[in-house]
């Protein structure tokens, strides 16, 4: 596998980096088109940006409304594009992302029923309608750095892999943000001019919120964790965080409602203080906010009887769940 020379945020110089790699991908696709997904994170936004300076209107954006995203998030997304003179095109494509993760409980099993349905049918069907001979992905050094170590399978990670995605998939893969950490990123996307809501947004997996539920990723369950994810997020939104999420476990636990055994759900809440992803430490959330979250996720999110707070660092522990 080729090394990736990494560019640190103290060496990056985001206007140059910006012109460069627009004239990169001018050069890669010449006269074609090439599609993008937006997902919404700094990653995906910068990405749309560098795209957008690159090709205008011959760079195909599209949201997946894999139905596995946080509440109203493809129509928030698509409205701060369209301010931004980026149409961005919607699909529903929520039945087969269903579909390919029923009967699942296995993490990388889910990953992978997720990335065969994105890359393969959904976009893959998107491709032959466009004409497109490019993917542009936001790949970023720490999902390379995670796969080829084997903590996780990144969903965006191929080439490291030794996957070729022309052949598997029929199209190649761009990737302009793969030299830089989530930091330079949002560099980046702020001198690309992305409202500081996208490029301080807070890190959301790929698998999203899959990857916030132990066990197979139902519409049921996944309504609970979209739930408990609003939640959490209303409640810390003025927190300085790097990262924070509500996990939906798979094991039940006895609880009581109304004066009757309850045989209930557990949420699993984590706050991460960090730099680039690749160490992090709990926040040290006062109690009482931990009180405020655990009574409102009880009080409202439909048989949750358990509440917990992770405190182990990374490493050992993961960001993520799953």
């Known amino acids: ?23 990169e991908i001018s050069q890669i696709v010449g006269d074609g088109i090439a599609i993008n997904a937006l997902s919404g994170g700094v990653d995906s936004s910068a990405v749309t940006m560098l795209g957008h300076k690159a090709l205008g209107v011959r760079l195909k954006t599209y949201f997946i409304d894999n139905g596995i995203m946080r509440e109203g998030e493809p129509q928030q997304i698509v409205s701060v594009f369209k301010k931004l003179g980026v149409n961005v095109e919607i699909i529903d494509a929520q039945d ?49 750095d ?3 170590a084997g903590i996780k399978r990144q969903h965006n990670v191929f080439e490291q892999l030794g996957i070729d995605p022309q052949e598997t998939f029929g199209y190649k893969i761009i990737e302009p943000l793969v030299q830089l950490r989530k930091d330079g990123v949002r560099k980046v996307a702020q001198a690309l001019g992305l409202p500081v809501s996208i490029y301080n947004r807070m890190p959301f997996p790929g698998p999203a919120l899959s990857a916030r539920l132990i066990g197979e990723a139902t519409r049921e369950r996944i309504a609970l964790v979209r739930k408990a994810t609003s ?49 992090a430490h709990p926040t040290q959330l006062p109690f009482s906010a931990l009180e405020k979250l655990a009574n409102r996720l009880v009080a409202e999110v439909p048989g949750v009887v358990s509440v917990t707070y992770n405190i182990a660092a990374k490493p050992p522990s993961t960001m993520e769940a799953v």
């Open 1 to 23: 596998m080729p090394q990736v020379k990494e560019i640190t945020v103290a060496t990056l110089d985001a206007g140059e980096f910006i012109k460069e790699k627009a004239a």
């Open 146 to 148: 995670e796969t080829v």
């Open 96 to 144: 087969e992302f269903f579909a390919s993760l029923k009967g699942i409980t296995d993490p990388e099993e889910k990953r992978e029923a997720i990335t065969q349905t994105f890359y393969k049918k959904v976009f893959g069907n998107l491709v032959k309608k466009s004409g497109a001979k490019y993917l542009l992905q936001g790949t970023i050094l720490t999902d390379i």
């Open 231 to 279: 939640i959490l997020e209303e409640e810390l939104v003025s927190v300085k965080a790097f990262q924070y999420m509500a996990i939906l476990h798979n094991d039940r636990v006895t609880g009581m409602r109304d004066n009757k055994r309850e045989f209930g759900q557990q949420i699993e809440i984590r706050c991460w203080d960090s730099i680039d992803a690749r160490q």
